[in-house]
């Protein structure tokens, strides 16, 4: 017979894995109802990301979904797309965007939409257990879900940044938040800085105004604190520190907030000061 606080517990864990996948597909929701009516010259327009108009964050996020989806269903098919990012490791992301930039922006849209709910379906059939391949460490289902959940999220920002609109922050940013805080040490790690030794409190301010979402043990010396949407667009660098009003008390915790991200890959130039909308 199950014990019944374990079966709580299983309870629990499932409710908080399909909370995950509800919350991605409600971030993409809300990122196409930015897109959905745009004319064609919509579509054209720059974004802070050089090179990359609107048709390009939105086809970067459509070859993202479909290597999530490849990894989640078919493992010998992603080793495929990793043997071809090894081969071009500077471009291949670029010509992803570009590949579905150059199709009609209703065509984009609509393979957009369709691959999220092909990777939802996928997620949701996906062992809770398993870990499966990703450019960097292999992820269970729900940190994948929460990783396209922050991308989705950090290109929708510069979609609304071309565009001039503010979005409403939601709850949803504390997948974002959480991200950021996980990959501290990697921030320092891929500038060939190393790691701070003790770990940091982070209280940040939710959208609602409630209780702070908390990280790290509250007596730790080294610590951030401020809105959660600064925070999140700290570490998606999508805002410079100096256009945040983010506080941190101790040199490590300071020097973290100069070089924060919450993705993989190289450390990015991140937006300049004053630029933030």
Do not use: N
């Not at 950021?180 to 790691?195: E, I, T």
């Amino acid at each position: 017979m199950l014990d019944p606080s374990a079966a709580a517990s299983a309870a629990s864990a499932a409710s908080a894995v399909a909370a995950v996948f509800a919350d991605l597909r409600e971030e993409g929701l809300a990122l196409e109802t930015l897109v959905r009516d745009l004319p064609d010259a919509g579509w054209a327009e720059p974004t802070p990301a050089p090179g990359w108009s609107v048709a390009h964050q939105i086809a970067h996020l459509h070859w993202t979904d479909r290597a999530a989806l490849v990894s989640l269903t078919d493992p010998e098919g992603f080793a495929a797309l990793v043997e071809e990012a090894v081969k071009a490791p500077e471009s291949f992301v670029d010509e992803g965007a570009e590949e579905g930039a150059a199709l009609a922006p209703a065509e984009l849209l609509a393979r957009w939409r369709s691959g999220r709910g092909a990777l939802d379906a996928a997620l949701a059939a996906a062992s809770p257990d398993a870990r499966f391949p990703w450019y960097g460490p292999p992820m269970k289902a729900a940190s994948m879900a929460s990783a396209r959940l922050m991308e989705t999220w950090a290109h929708g920002q510069d979609v609304a940044d071309a565009l001039g609109v503010r979005r409403t922050p939601t709850a949803r940013l504390r997948h974002v938040a959480r991200i950021g805080v996980r990959a501290r040490d990697y921030a320092f790690a891929v500038r060939g800085l190393p790691a701070p030794t003790g770990e940091f409190r982070v209280e940040l301010v939710p959208p609602d105004g409630g209780e702070p979402w908390a990280y790290g043990p509250p007596d730790a010396a080294d610590r951030i604190t401020g809105p959660a949407l600064d925070f999140c667009l700290l570490v998606t660098q999508r805002a410079h520190r100096a256009d945040l009003d983010l506080t941190a008390t101790g040199p490590d915790a300071d020097r973290w907030l100069d070089i924060a991200q919450a993705f993989a890959g190289p450390a990015g130039p991140g937006r300049a000061p004053g630029t933030a909308r």
